[in-house]
């Protein structure tokens, strides 16, 4: 198996979901090929909820990384589980270019480009 979706699919494995019960892992790979990982880690507030792919892109941030190649995202679920506005929202201002891979417990995938998650997207360009 590809070692980023590998990579997300074992982060999945570390989620503090006591709430909902929804594990989610992701995966980024950077230009020069490392790999940081994140799971969703919830609140009692849930607005305070962190989600896998912020939290593995924040590691990567942290550590001076500016440039990615790729992002996985894996969850339990048969249809599989695209980010949601906030992430896109991220991921959209740090990788657009980025391919984004989601994957199953079952080992189905689905590829697509971050740029085409978030028609028309905010960005520095209107500040």
């Not at 980023?4 to 980024?28: C, I």
């Not at 896998?52 to 969850?75: N, Q, W």
């Not at 599989?80 to 991921?91: A, E, K, M, N, V």
């Amino acid at each position: 198996m590809d070692p980023l979706l590998q990579a997300a699919l074992d982060a999945r494995q570390h989620a503090h979901a006591p709430f909902s019960g929804f594990r989610v892992g992701a995966a980024v790979e950077t230009a020069d090929g490392r790999i940081f990982t994140g799971c969703n880690i919830e609140n009692a507030t849930y607005s305070l909820t962190l989600c896998a792919e912020r939290v593995a892109l924040a590691k990567a941030l942290s550590e001076g990384c500016r440039r990615f190649r790729r992002i996985a995202v894996a969850a339990a679920t048969k249809v599989l589980t695209p980010p949601c506005g906030s992430c896109r929202q991220i991921l959209w201002e740090f990788c657009p270019d980025a391919e984004l891979i989601l994957v199953n417990l079952e080992g189905a995938t689905e590829t697509l480009f971050v740029r085409d998650l978030l028609p028309r997207p905010f960005d520095a360009t209107f500040l």
